[in-house]
């Protein structure tokens, strides 16, 4: 009686759409990650030039829809850094976006006691010198609220921070002879460049709603490129030394401790880096507006940016940028709606329910997939993406190579295959 030894082929694991396309994009080679990258982005900044009739909003103009996102794309992934790579529940992040905002009104808002343009600012160039300025006075900012605060955890943490940043709010509200008080900052300095007959103000005042080359669809360029160079920046630290212990203090505080890592350090060199980011989306929301209100600036906010980083995947870069992109666009693409495939619906009254309806996204999705839209997936080696190559190669071999196997039992046995 003879004995047959049958190699059979692993089966292939259960994939979904997201898997494939992450499996599909690490193992294409660095360069042809850069090229597929950059035309994407060209793709998204022509979005408001095209304006697809299956994604320009009614109610509202679409260039302007995309300037908001990238505003809430800048502060989502400045909050991811925070939230989902060091794993600090930070619930008064609007705090950091409103010193951003306010820093610059104070030094360029003829309302306030502070404006300095006409003075040692150009006029033309007052925002884009007043931009560093607000990413250096919010990151300081960010030093001072985490030096004493970063050695709690948990609720603790997430209990301070939003008190800093009604703190933040109130001040605003009450320091009238500073900020205006509850009557804000207005005429706040923007770029003045590409002055013409029909723009004399420039491109990106709000003056200009040329259609499709208003103010808007020019803040939202704007905005791509401040995102393009944050994800750059981003993505370098998470593959440093830094994004590895951040990782680590996120999975076991006490164990990353043990193990050598200064957790209070880059708990605070994270707190430092998302308010900066902060910063920088609050100067680019008060040169956009170009007027700032400490109404603006209230805790629902806050939430609405933790929805974003929570909706699209903690700790995934481009899925919390999605995420912003759901949290702003829904409601708009609603408003001034009254009709859906057919179907006659209140547009206007779907949109004032949008807290409902992500609170109950919210709930469904912790629910059924408590790791986001998009889940990051770690790779905490320094050559990750190198190791992650080869062996695919390795089991794609393998496989191929089991399946021949396989073949060739089957051939060999008496009567053939059946």
């Known amino acids: ?24 994009w690490d193992a294409l080679p660095r360069q042809a990650q850069w090229v597929v990258g950059v035309v994407g982005v060209l793709l998204i900044a022509l979005l408001p030039v095209l304006r697809p009739p299956v994604l320009t ?10 300037a908001q996102f990238g505003m809430y794309a800048l502060l989502a992934i400045g909050l991811n850094v925070v939230v989902g790579q060091a794993g600090l529940l930070d619930l008064g992040y609007v705090g950091f976006y409103a010193i951003g905002a306010y820093t610059v009104g104070l030094l360029t808002s003829p309302s ?37 605060t970063l050695r709690l955890r948990g609720d603790y943490l997430a209990i301070v921070t939003l008190g800093f940043g009604e703190i933040v709010r109130l001040l605003a509200d009450n320091l009238s002879t500073v900020t205006g008080g509850g009557r804000g900052l207005n005429q706040i300095a923007y770029p003045v460049v590409a002055q013409s007959e029909t723009r004399p103000n420039g491109i990106f005042s709000a003056g200009n709603t040329a259609v499709p080359f208003n103010s808007g669809t020019f803040w939202f360029w704007l905005s791509l490129v401040l995102i393009v160079v944050v994800l750059v920046i981003v993505g370098n630290l998470e593959r440093s030394r830094v994004g590895r212990a951040w990782v680590a203090i996120r999975e076991d505080e006490d164990a990353a401790e043990i193990m050598g890592v200064p957790t209070f350090k880059f708990k605070l060199w994270a707190f430092l880096i998302g308010a900066s980011i902060g910063g920088l989306s609050g100067a680019l929301y008060a040169g956009q507006v170009q007027f700032v209100v400490p109404t603006t600036f209230n805790v629902i906010n806050s939430m609405l940016f933790l929805c974003a980083v929570v909706l699209g995947g903690q700790g995934n870069k481009l899925g919390v940028i999605l995420g912003a992109f759901a949290v702003v666009y829904l409601p708009n693409f609603f408003l001034g709606r009254t009709e859906l495939f057919g179907i006659p619906i209140d547009g206007n009254a779907i949109a004032n329910y949008r807290y409902l309806f992500f609170g109950v996204a919210l709930m469904v999705l912790m629910v059924f997939r408590p790791q986001g839209l998009f889940p990051a997936r770690q790779k905490l080696l320094t050559y990750g993406r190198e190791v992650y190559v080869m062996a695919r190669k390795a089991a794609t071999a393998l496989a191929g190579r089991g399946a021949g196997t396989a073949a060739a039992t089957t051939t060999d046995r008496p009567g053939g295959a059946r």
């Open 1 to 24: 009686m003879s004995t047959e030894l049958t190699t059979t082929a692993p089966a292939a694991p259960h994939l979904g759409v997201g898997d494939r396309v992450r499996l599909w």
């Open 57 to 66: 909003t009614v109610g509202t103009d679409f260039g302007g829809v995309l």
């Open 112 to 148: 306030s006691p502070w404006n300095a343009t006409d003075d040692w600012l150009s006029r033309d160039w007052a925002w884009l010198a007043a931009l560093p300025l607000a990413v250096a006075v919010t990151a300081v900012s960010g030093l001072i609220l985490g030096t004493p």
